[in-house]
């Protein structure tokens, strides 16, 4: 099941929230204002991406309160327009974070955890997008709570530990996931499929409009399609083994809209010095 993309140049109906519910329940057109990705302006022919700086890049000896608004400003400062976190890394009240970011003219992109703590979380500090895992029996339940708050729910998938149940590692787990929770959107991670041996690109094509959200993340050449294997796994955007090039068309061609959230996931001497270089290398692809 292929959501439709909105297209912004018809008039849109006047729904009720639980038409909307259901339409978002069964795959059909999603208003925009229930939406942080926005349909694409085909008459100027750019796509809007957002893009973010992902709270996990910075010393995890930040990831708490003390350290939010260093971080908030880096986020700014760095040239970007947002970020994530889960709220426990993040280490201040929602309402809080929604001043802040106000404040300094950026954005809460998206919140991870759990979906009840998530979503609760997000509303408040008005993120729009919440990354969890949902049961399949309770998937529903989440889709509307998080809806009836202006909120989307996006499964990230993830290398896990060998014998667990459930997990989302590849390209086809990724879409089995989805399909069999209807509503709910995916947030490929470049680098985790690339290390669980799938192709972020073709992931991405095969997503389409299911593609919500992105994680963009590159991977050390030896590492790709061997994820227990050992030492660092990820580098910097742009030094790796990922077919940059071929992510930016996927999405262009499936005419995405919506926030970019920029990870690196290692450990580095300067994380200031680091986040300006991966915000430089986007912008030499126009974004």
């Given at each position: 099941m292929t959501l439709r993309p909105l297209n912004?140049?018809?008039?849109?109906?006047?729904?009720?929230?639980?038409?909307?519910?259901?339409?978002?329940?069964?795959?059909?057109t999603l208003l925009a204002a229930h939406s942080t990705v926005a349909a694409p302006d085909r008459r100027a022919g750019k796509l809007r991406w957002q893009i973010g700086h992902h709270f996990w890049n910075w010393d995890h000896a930040w990831n708490h309160g003390e350290f939010f608004l260093r971080r908030a400003e880096l986020t700014k400062q760095t040239g970007y327009e947002g970020f994530e976190a889960k709220p426990e890394e993040i280490g201040r009240p929602a309402a809080e974070v929604r001043d802040t970011c106000a404040r300094l003219g950026i954005?809460?992109?998206a919140i991870g955890g759990s979906a009840q703590a998530g979503i609760d979380y997000a509303h408040a500090a008005g993120a729009k997008i919440v990354r969890c895992h949902v049961a399949k029996a309770e998937s529903r339940r989440w889709i509307?709570?998080?809806?009836?708050?202006?909120?989307?729910?996006?499964?990230?998938?993830h290398v896990a530990p060998p014998g667990t149940v459930g997990a989302v590692e590849t390209r086809e787990e990724l879409l089995r996931y989805l399909?069999?929770?209807?509503?709910?959107?995916?947030?490929?991670?470049?680098?985790?499929l690339a290390l669980c041996g799938s192709d972020p690109v073709q992931t991405?094509?095969?997503?389409?409009?299911?593609?919500?959200?992105?994680?963009?993340k590159d991977i050390r050449p030896e590492r790709v399609g061997k994820k227990q294997g050992t030492g660092e796994k990820f580098c910097a955007i742009g030094?790796?083994?990922?077919?940059?090039?071929?992510?930016?068309k996927a999405l262009e061609d499936i005419r995405y809209e919506g926030w970019i959230m920029v990870e690196r996931d290692d450990r580095v001497p300067d994380y200031v010095a680091s986040a300006r270089a991966m915000r430089a290398t986007l912008r030499k692809f126009g974004y």
């Open positions: 912004i140049t018809t008039a849109l109906p006047e729904i009720s929230r639980r038409d909307w519910l259901l339409r978002l329940l069964t795959g059909g954005a809460c992109a509307e709570y998080a809806g009836e708050r202006g909120i989307i729910l996006v499964v990230h998938p399909d069999e929770r209807p509503g709910m959107f995916a947030c490929p991670d470049t680098g985790h991405i094509r095969d997503l389409g409009a299911r593609c919500r959200y992105l994680h963009l030094t790796g083994a990922l077919d940059l090039t071929g992510v930016i």
